[in-house]
Each structure stands twice: as structure tokens, then as C-alpha cells.
């Protein structure tokens, strides 16, 4: 049995969810999302609450299932009331980020600027080398912060590059270390 899966979530005031063929729509203040549910998952709404079940609960695929789309409807959820963010951070002598109409305009070290596309559902600021960046989808932002960063990962030594602000960096010891040491 799935404790995620198991549990009923609720629907806050302000927002709509309907089941259309074997997709669900939420619909609330910041927005709507959509999903298509698989054939296993059951999804039932009585009284402002939401319930997820599978047709067999002892098989692993469809327990794994279960969970995943009742924290998948959970994030929906809390994508059009509350909305998500996130940061990332530019570090490094000579590195910027201005936007550049609805994209970001990023030098990082490299002999050329890098243009970043922003996709839609996903609005970004800039200040100063910081990038903030919102959505209603979750997976949406998540995936296009982790672009973000795979354009300049940062690096262990200096700790230059794109990074999360939230995220440490293992910084390493260089040459003049393991010289001192022998």
C-alpha cells in the first residue's frame, strides 16, 4: 500500500479540478495545469476532495504509480495557488546575466555570450548576479533551472560557474596544497 497514495488531498477554495477522458485539469489563481493519467491510476473527485487509487495494489509498478501521480496532483495543486520558485547564482570574475527580451544573455567564461531560452510557463528576473526564477509547474522549473546550470556547472577550485543559492559547493585543494604537505 502506498502512504502517499492512500492519504485524500484536498482542494482549496479558489480552485477547480475536473477529469476529462483519462486527464485531469487543475485550474486556480496562478494559472491551470493539465495531465494525462495512466490507465492504472483512478482518480476520483467527491466533495472537494481528491482521491488516487490503482486497480491492484499489490503489484510494484502500480504502487510506484500510485504515489508518484498522488505527489504529482499534490504539486499541481500547490503550482496554481501558491506557484514555485527557485535561484541560481553566477559566480566568477567577468561572468554576467541580463535579460535579453523574454531570454537570458549569459557570459560565462566562454569566448561568445549564450543566449538561454526561457520556455513558456516559466518567467525569469535578473538582479545582479542573481536568477530568479517562477513557475506553476514544478517540473517545468525544475528541468529549466538544471538546463540553466548545465550551461556552466560550477567548478570545485574557485567555485565559479551557475549554481543553486542554495547548494554548497565542495570546494578542493589545488597544486600549492599537496606541495606544503610533502
Same mark, same amino acid.
Given at each position: #500500500? !502506498?502512504?502517499?497514495? %492512500? =492519504?485524500?488531498?484536498?482542494?482549496?477554495?479558489?480552485? /477547480?479540478?475536473?477529469?476529462? &477522458? !483519462?486527464?485531469? *485539469?487543475? *485550474?486556480?489563481? *496562478?494559472?491551470?495545469l493539465f495531465r494525462v493519467l495512466p490507465d492504472r491510476i483512478k482518480v476520483a473527485i467527491v466533495d472537494g476532495v481528491i482521491s488516487v487509487s490503482v486497480a491492484n495494489p499489490e503489484d510494484k509498478k502500480e504502487r510506484s504509480l500510485w504515489g508518484a501521480y498522488a505527489a504529482h496532483i499534490n504539486n499541481m495543486i500547490e $503550482?496554481? /495557488? =501558491?506557484?514555485? =520558485? %527557485?535561484?541560481?547564482?553566477? &559566480?566568477?570574475?567577468?561572468?554576467?546575466?541580463? #535579460?535579453?527580451? /523574454?531570454?537570458? *544573455?549569459?557570459?560565462? $567564461?566562454? !569566448?561568445h555570450s549564450v543566449i538561454f531560452k526561457i520556455p513558456d510557463g516559466v518567467t525569469a528576473?535578473?538582479? %545582479? &548576479?542573481?536568477?530568479k526564477l517562477e513557475s506553476v509547474d514544478k517540473e517545468m522549473l525544475g528541468q529549466t533551472a538544471a538546463e540553466l546550470r548545465s550551461v556552466k556547472k560550477p567548478e570545485p577550485y574557485k567555485g565559479k560557474g551557475i549554481k543553486y543559492t542554495d547548494e554548497t559547493i565542495r570546494r578542493k585543494a589545488g597544486k600549492t596544497a599537496t606541495k606544503a604537505a610533502a
Open positions: #500500500m !502506498s502512504r502517499i497514495g %492512500k =492519504k485524500p488531498i484536498q482542494i482549496p477554495a479558489g480552485v /477547480t479540478a475536473e477529469i476529462t &477522458n !483519462s486527464a485531469l *485539469k487543475i *485550474k486556480g489563481p *496562478k494559472g491551470e $503550482g496554481v /495557488t =501558491k506557484g514555485f =520558485k %527557485k535561484d541560481l547564482e553566477i &559566480n566568477g570574475v567577468g561572468f554576467r546575466v541580463a #535579460m535579453q527580451g /523574454t531570454d537570458l *544573455k549569459l557570459e560565462v $567564461g566562454f !569566448s528576473a535578473v538582479e %545582479k &548576479n542573481i536568477i
